[in-house]
């Protein structure tokens, strides 16, 4: 994926604004889980690191994509790993994704905020909603814990989806904002909020396939990127179907309006 990436690539481009990839670490490594740290740093970490450094090579971008809440702290570790590695010294392109639905979203972005500061390095932070929300609940109920690792209501991953927004513009000269959405209210408070700050360099992002409607009627201006999955059929039917229930609460204000 990185060499058909980087074949397309305008040589023009910064890694942050070009072609890049997102790559879903429990894909790299049979046991990717909080107990398994040793084993994920001796045996995962070479390759994923070897893969940062072709894009380097390429001159593109990499985003760590999120998972669930119990592997946050170890996708953390990894990329405040690769973050201070001398390979990737002054490469713009490393990023990271942090879901809004995790009640730790903030403090993440705080914490990526400083490790730029730390390393003088700049990097991208993919903010999304969030896409095992069924499952996070499943597992704290099962488990007995009251306390959620995500919110409970759309509602209030609405309200942390701003709240997150408005701290990656405060926090954008060190860190390259990526709004992914295909929420009308989300876009359109997103976009006011960075005008009326006064920042410019950020982006939105849509799946391949949903959301063009909403974005050429918020028309240009700003930067979007498309993604789109890669991969055996097998492995993208998984993903697609979680796409489809992330997403189809975005449009539910429509329907509220449309049949009241």
């Known amino acids: 994926a990185?060499?058909?990436?980087?074949?397309?690539?305008?040589?023009?481009?910064?890694?942050?604004?070009?072609?890049?990839?997102?790559v879903k670490l429990s894909a790299l490594h049979p046991r990717y889980e909080a107990i398994n740290e040793a084993r994920v740093m001796a045996e995962m970490y070479p390759g994923l690191l070897a893969l940062c450094e072709r894009a380097v090579k390429a001159n593109i971008n990499l985003c760590l994509d999120a998972e669930e809440a119990d592997r946050l702290v170890i996708s953390l570790?990894?990329?405040?790993?690769?973050?201070?590695?001398?390979?990737?010294?002054?490469?713009t392109g490393l990023g990271l994704a942090v879901q809004a639905y995790q009640k730790r979203a903030g403090g993440v972005i705080e914490r990526l905020r400083a490790l730029a500061g730390e390393t003088r390095q700049r990097f991208m932070v993919r903010l999304v909603k969030g896409a095992y929300w069924d499952s996070e609940i499943k597992r704290a109920q099962v488990e007995g814990d009251p306390n959620f690792p995500v919110f409970t209501t759309k509602q209030g991953t609405d309200f942390h989806y701003l709240a997150c927004a408005k701290a990656l513009l405060e926090a954008s000269p060190v860190l390259y904002p990526q709004f992914a959405t295909h929420n009308a209210h989300t876009?359109?408070?997103?976009?006011?909020?960075?005008?009326?700050?006064?920042?410019?360099?950020?982006?939105?992002?849509?799946?391949?396939?949903?959301?063009?409607?909403?974005?050429?009627?918020?028309?240009?201006?700003?930067?979007?990127?498309?993604?789109?999955?890669?991969?055996?059929?097998?492995?993208?039917?998984?993903y697609l179907v979680r796409r489809l229930l992330e997403n189809g609460a975005n449009t539910s204000f429509v329907h509220s309006f449309l049949d009241p």
């Open 187 to 238: 876009l359109a408070a997103v976009d006011l909020m960075a005008e009326a700050m006064g920042v410019t360099g950020f982006e939105f992002q849509r799946l391949h396939g949903m959301g063009e409607p909403l974005y050429d009627a918020a028309g240009a201006g700003n930067r979007v990127r498309v993604y789109a999955p890669v991969g055996a059929h097998e492995d993208l039917l998984p």
């Open 2 to 22: 990185i060499d058909a990436v980087a074949a397309d690539k305008d040589a023009a481009l910064a890694p942050e604004a070009a072609n890049g990839v997102s």
């Open 77 to 91: 570790k990894l990329f405040e790993r690769l973050a201070r590695e001398p390979s990737l010294k002054g490469w």
